[in-house]
């Protein structure tokens, strides 16, 4: 089975990690603090981030059922694609190009910032913790830098930027350890700077 999950900062992150353990040790210093980043533009409400979230969630899984590929909603607002064979893969394909182009991607379209990217990598090294410690071989981390300029550069058409998730072929993996989602990111952002959302 394919879980698709719809999020914004994380393509794929895709992105509550309630099962993961203590972070990683760093692999590199932040380009600048979350503090610094989010002092002068105020981090997105998270809570309308993850209504947005389950809405588009919702719509693409309808219509990818409509096109013949039946979904069922999850508990953390994303949904799981039946079982696909190897020779509808293609079908599968553009069945997503077309509902992301009906749908549109909700809050997807805003390009995360660097902070955020930065919160984001501390989320996957949590997670690829995780993964480690479910028996799973997870490849080693980029450095912080590589991870924020690969993942801007996938909205420029790049290469997806490095997910543990991706490395293993088990989607009771996200059960386990659940991919971060966009909100999670913007929470622990107002954790550590201890500012308001914007609404």
Do not use: K
Request: include cysteine.
């Amino acid at each position: 089975m394919r879980n698709w999950q719809v999020s914004v900062a994380v393509v794929g992150c895709v992105l509550s990690l309630g099962a993961c353990v203590t972070p990683a040790a760093d692999s590199g210093p932040r380009p600048t603090t979350t503090r610094e980043a989010i002092a002068s533009e105020s981090v997105p409400d998270p809570e309308a981030v993850a209504r947005d979230r389950r809405e588009q969630a919702e719509l693409m899984s309808t219509c990818l059922t409509d096109l013949g590929f039946p979904t069922r909603m999850r508990e953390d607002g994303s949904f799981e694609i039946g079982e696909v064979v190897a020779d509808q893969q293609a079908s599968l394909d553009e069945a997503i190009t077309t509902c992301t182009e009906q749908v549109g991607r909700g809050s997807s379209s805003r390009t995360p910032s660097e902070a955020e990217l930065s919160t984001l990598y501390d989320l996957m090294l949590e997670g690829r913790e995780c993964l480690l410690d479910h028996g799973y071989s997870i490849s080693q981390p980029p450095t912080r830098e590589t991870f924020i300029e690969t993942y801007l550069a996938s909205y420029e058409g790049g290469t997806l930027p490095w997910i543990p998730w991706m490395d293993i072929n088990d989607p009771e993996s996200v059960n386990l350890c659940p991919q971060p989602t966009e909100e999670e990111v913007l929470r622990r952002m107002l954790e550590e700077g201890s500012v308001g959302s914007r609404r």
